[in-house]
């Protein structure tokens, strides 16, 4: 049985992550801080630094950045708090204050060097939103503006469907 010692299992996962990010430079960039760490000397401390960096976290991010992984949504939520409701309803409720967009649950990856949603329905809501809170502003005033999401670590080969 091999150890974590000689590198041998570190090297593979290093090179697989490498082939599956070289179609893209913007994927390699996102998977930097992962690869630097496997490409160091093995020892005890690689587990918590790679626990670290595969681990979800909490991001800020601006929803003007945010960009989706799909080119179509459903016009009403599947699941979670707003299940059955048409997404124009999270729109009003945003408007009128019932809610507010710290208290959306968001889920992002990084995907060809940008934060894509995992939430389509909910930022497809905030950034329409924003853009009708904002009317007759200059689009930098609402460009801004910073939600909380959860970073899931994307790491392999993503196929667009």
């Not at 049985?1 to 082939?19: H, I, N, T, V, Y």
């Not at 681990?55 to 699941?79: G, M």
């Not at 999270?90 to 990856?109: C, F, I, Q, R, Y």
């Not at 329409?128 to 609402?142: C, D, F, V």
């Amino acid at each position: 049985d091999k150890g974590w010692e000689d590198g041998d299992e570190l090297e593979q996962m290093s090179s697989r992550l490498q082939d599956a990010t070289a179609e893209c430079q913007l994927c390699r960039q996102d998977l930097v801080p992962i690869l630097d760490i496997l490409q160091s000397s093995p020892g005890p401390e690689i587990w918590s630094k790679l626990l670290y960096e595969l681990n979800p976290r909490t991001v800020d991010v601006s929803i003007s950045d945010l960009r989706y992984l799909q080119d179509s949504i459903s016009s009403c939520f599947l699941h979670g708090p707003h299940a059955g409701q048409p997404i124009e309803q999270l729109v009003l409720d945003l408007h009128s204050g019932k809610t507010s967009p710290s208290n959306l649950a968001l889920e992002v990856v990084r995907w060809h060097g940008h934060y894509r949603t995992l939430g389509h329905r909910r930022v497809w809501a905030l950034k329409t939103w924003l853009q009708e809170a904002q009317h007759g502003a200059s689009g930098s005033a609402w460009q801004g503006t910073q939600v909380r999401a959860t970073f899931l670590p994307l790491v392999g080969k993503v196929t667009d469907a």
